[in-house]
């Protein structure tokens, strides 16, 4: 056997993609993905996609993989790597991985694959250990009490808000930016970067989606290199200024030890704000939907932290995680060549009923497992940060503003690995 090649379990005998393979099947598919029934309710398409097998010919190139059971080998697997700089080089110029956004995602977290990725994973240190939540609660309760302030203002009198923008929107900009010490002043800009970044991080960006994105990642880079300036200028007891203290050790020329920083610190903004919004209206979408569960919440408030890993398997923000072979390798008996790409359809593998019984019910009793925070070396570093979140919220909505409800149809925007919800009106009833 070849080195790296991934070991077939000795229960699960592979199953053979549906021949003969259907290929305008799976483009339809994708198609009505992106459609407003589509981001409503994916659930249909994706157990489509699964009746298709659990490693399916993408359309444009690569694997669909939509099993738990393979996505979760994947990620655990080192024979798997991140699509790295140099990966995307090999892509070819005037390609999606040539942009210019993109390329500067390959130089972040999850574009490093070991040894890079093991020293700079290190670097940002434990962020998020017990001991700093503590201190962060303080300040995502203090936030979450202010935009619950706001919003019982807003519905007063029989008043409708847009939870999304009211709320969502806000909480992660105050929970990341406050950690980072960035002024209040600054939150709405990096928030309109954020949201047109993304796309170089999505399934199949248009070209002007991609321009969108390149435009963003210009003015994030200016933005965060002036951050890192400041703070070597005057440094502080922040992660900004920590994190200039362990590349100085780390790298002798202090210009790459400031770009290494602005990755850090870029990226940690990018990872932190749509992501978690949308966990926070889906919560809220999801729970109003449900208002037996909702009912049941308010009295069994120590099942809080259960309900949020709920919402994350049933919808994650995450719907696509990417690898690609470092080798020539079969997956679940389909061979894949070296460089090919897999894309991890996390949002169907959080509802494969070989992992969950009765996967589409949403059901916040139930001991929810999902691939949302990624796994493996990748695995989220920011988890406990938007679980906090997510839990806070919950308890204080429940506790303030206990009868909540959508009142309108939620919107979401056209996407497939990322989602997000655009709108989401609410009411007290
Ligand atoms: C509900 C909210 C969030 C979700 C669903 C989420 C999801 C993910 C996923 C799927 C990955 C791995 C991607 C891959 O394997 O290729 C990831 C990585 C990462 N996330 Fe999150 N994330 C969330 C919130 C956050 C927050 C709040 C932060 C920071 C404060 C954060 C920081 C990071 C970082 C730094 C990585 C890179 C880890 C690495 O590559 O080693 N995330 N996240």
């Not at 079969?330 to 790409?341: F, H, Q, R, Y």
Request: proline share 7%.
């Amino acid at each position: 056997m070849k080195a790296g090649v991934i070991v077939e379990p000795a229960v699960a005998a592979p199953r053979a993609v549906t021949p003969p393979f259907d290929r305008r099947s799976v483009v339809s598919l994708f198609s009505r993905l992106r459609k407003p029934g589509g981001q409503c309710n994916p659930l249909p398409l994706y157990a489509e996609l699964r009746s298709m097998g659990n490693i399916i010919p993408a359309p444009w190139g690569g694997q669909l993989l939509t099993s738990f059971e393979l996505c979760d080998q994947v990620l655990r697997n080192k024979a798997w790597l991140v699509p790295d700089g140099d990966w995307r080089a090999r892509q070819g110029a005037g390609t999606r991985w040539t942009a210019a956004s993109s390329r500067e995602m390959s130089k972040t977290l999850p574009g490093l694959n070991p040894p890079h990725h093991t020293k700079v994973r290190r670097s940002a240190g434990n962020m998020f250990d017990r001991k700093s939540l503590e201190s962060i609660k303080v300040m995502v309760e203090q936030a979450t009490d202010n935009l619950l302030d706001r919003l019982s203002r807003a519905l007063r009198n029989g008043g409708e808000a847009d939870f999304s923008a009211l709320v969502s929107e806000e909480l992660p900009v105050m929970a990341i930016g406050g950690w980072l010490g960035i002024p209040p002043g600054d939150f709405a800009l990096l928030r309109e970067f954020t949201h047109d970044q993304v796309f170089a991080q999505e399934l199949l960006p248009s070209a002007s989606q991609l321009a969108l994105s390149d435009a963003a990642t210009a003015g994030l880079r200016e933005y965060f290199m002036a951050l890192v300036a400041r703070r070597r200028e005057t440094p502080g007891d922040d992660p900004v200024s920590g994190w200039i203290r362990t590349w100085d050790a780390l790298e002798p020329d202090p210009e790459a030890a400031d770009e290494a920083v602005y990755f850090l610190a870029l990226f940690v903004v990018l990872a932190a704000l749509e992501t978690t919004s949308n966990l926070l209206s889906t919560m809220v979408w999801l729970l109003s939907e449900h208002p037996l569960q909702m009912e049941w919440l308010r009295s069994h408030p120590q099942h809080v932290a259960g309900a949020v890993e709920e919402v994350l398997r049933y919808d994650s923000p995450t719907h696509v995680v990417s690898r690609v072979a470092g080798d020539d390798l079969t997956l679940a008996g389909v061979p894949v060549a070296k460089d090919e790409m897999v894309h991890l359809m996390v949002g169907a593998a959080n509802h494969d009923p070989a992992q969950h019984t009765d996967p589409d019910i949403f059901d916040i009793r139930r001991k929810a497992t999902h691939l949302s925070f990624s796994g493996g070396i990748h695995y989220c570093l920011g988890a406990p940060l938007a679980r906090l979140e997510a839990t806070t919220l919950l308890t204080g909505l429940l506790r303030r503003i206990p009868h909540l409800r959508v009142s309108r149809e939620p919107e979401w925007a056209p996407r497939v690995a990322f989602r997000r919800l655009t709108a989401l009106h609410v009411v007290e009833s």
